[in-house]
Nanobody, 121 residues
Framework: EVQLQASGGGLVQAGGSLRLSCVATGFPFDEYAIGWFRQTPGKEREGISCFSRVSGGINQADSVKDRFTISSDDAKDTVFLQMNSLKPEDTAVYYC??????????????WGQGTLVTVSS
């Protein structure tokens, strides 16, 4: 059973930084890449960064390139998202989950509760 627990969100001023963590218990790293997504009310879930433990490859959305960095601690099955130079438009609930490029398998349901990031102007 996959369990994804995201944490590290909070309130930060524009230009500030946050580091999100995702403990991915039972995640099939040999079958799926894992990444970060974000969602605001009324909008589709947006893929922002995707990392493959198998290939080491990373996909990043243009909106976060040069500001956000994905990394992982394989021994702890934990994935991180370092977010720098935050902007008000980065405000969203952030989730970790399986990724295919910057998309996700539509049949996946175990997203967890996510972590709220609020960036004030």
């Amino acid at each position: 059973e996959v369990q994804l627990q995201a944490s590290g969100g909070g309130l930060v001023q524009a230009g500030g930084s946050l580091r999100l963590s995702c403990v991915a218990t039972g995640f099939p790293f040999d079958e799926y890449a894992i990444g970060w997504f974000r969602q605001t009310p009324g909008k589709e879930r947006e893929g922002i960064s995707c990392f493959s433990r198998v290939s080491g490859g990373i996909n990043q959305a243009d909106s976060v390139k040069d500001r956000f960095t994905i990394s992982s601690d394989d021994a702890k099955d934990t994935v991180f998202l370092q977010m720098n130079s935050l902007k008000p438009e980065d405000t969203a609930v952030y989730y970790c989950g399986p990724c295919i490029g910057l998309g996700y398998p539509t049949e996946f349901r175990a997203w967890g509760q996510g972590t709220l990031v609020t960036v004030s102007s």
